[in-house]
């Protein structure tokens, strides 16, 4: 290992003239990037430097089947030298087939419809399209939600940073805290007869992978149903087999009347989707209210076709229940853990101590890469494909790590023990 992390001084050079490179010619919208990436196989990426990591992030959930993935490789490859784009004066195999695999794994009812669109944010767009033209206003949304950062998502992504320097945004959204079914209730009373669309993620994942419990799925289910409002379950990053299911919803038994997805869809490829349940919602959009040039073009319907049928091909699924459950044990036994949040590849660390930055910025100086969504909070989203022995190395670096460096809990917050 130790060849791997010694940086010769041309090598050093390296990255960081390109990182000064990246400043003077990218906007400063994501600070500073970590490491200049050039090259990624499987479960492992390398920097500009040499030095290898294990990509524990996957892209933020979107490298469903690691990297470079022969099949995905080869799928896009293919539809590329074949047919890339149409537009949507045409229609295309691919888009057709994604469009009917996406409804038959969704179990969609008859009458439900697809729409393709090339992000999550453009994905709740739409949504959000569907719940205007239900002619009610009020949607509900959740607090600690992250939906985009278009201006429509934006209403209903709840962070006052992100929001605040471009308000005024769409009105109508009230947000509620998320597993308070008594502030829910309320919520949908007080708007009326105006609720157009409770908005959800199964799992909050911006929010440092908050899970909604059964039965307050079950009541956004309820309360949509009883006042003729929609059921949004946005499932751009619990989607696709993230959780151990197909979609997070299955887990819960209900079934939404708008679900969106993007994120690890196209296994890296840009491509998200709107699937519509029942004749009602799936009708919703007609001629002429919503489009979108690229949405649903050839080359990402086949890069997404490629990705679910390796997820079915390889049983990622069941990869996802195994490896995810494995992680959970080793992590809940580890000090300074104090509990382990999500499902399947969508795990939240919850540490003794706020100090997710500084563990995460350990781990890339170590060769891993998580993710501090929170100040308490490490994310794992790797690929599905991810292997036991590759998480446990890992794991035996994190737990060496907490060893060394115990997490005393904040004092501010402490004083009950
Ligand atoms: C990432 C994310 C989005 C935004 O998706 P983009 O592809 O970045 O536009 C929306 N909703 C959720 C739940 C997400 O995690």
Redesign the pocket.
Known sequence: MSDLFSHGEAGLEKGAVALQRYGHSLMGTFGVPMRMLTRGEGSYVWDADGNRYLDLLGG??VNALGHGHPAWVEAIAHQAATLSHTSNFFATEPQIALAERLLDLAHAPSGSRVFFA???????EAAIKMARKTGKGTIIALEG??????TG?LAL?HKEAYRAPFAPLIGDVVFVPPNDEQALAEAVSAAAGDLSAIVL?PI???AGVIPLSHAYLALARALTRRHEALLIL?????GVARTGAWFAHQLHGIQPDVM?L??GLGGGF?V?AVIAFGEGPGSMLGKGEHGTTFGGNPLAAAAALATLRVIEDEDLIANVKTVGAHLRERLEAMDGVVEVRGEGLLLGIGLAAPQSAEIAQAAVASGFIVNPPSLDTLRLVPALTLTKAEADTFLTWLEGYLAAHPLTPDLEKGGES
């Open positions: 933020i959930a090339n992000s999550g944010t453009e994905a709740n939600g992250f939906h985009g950062r278009s998502a992504t993620e909050q994942g911006e946005d499932e751009v990053q619990t969106t993007a994120k840009p998200g």
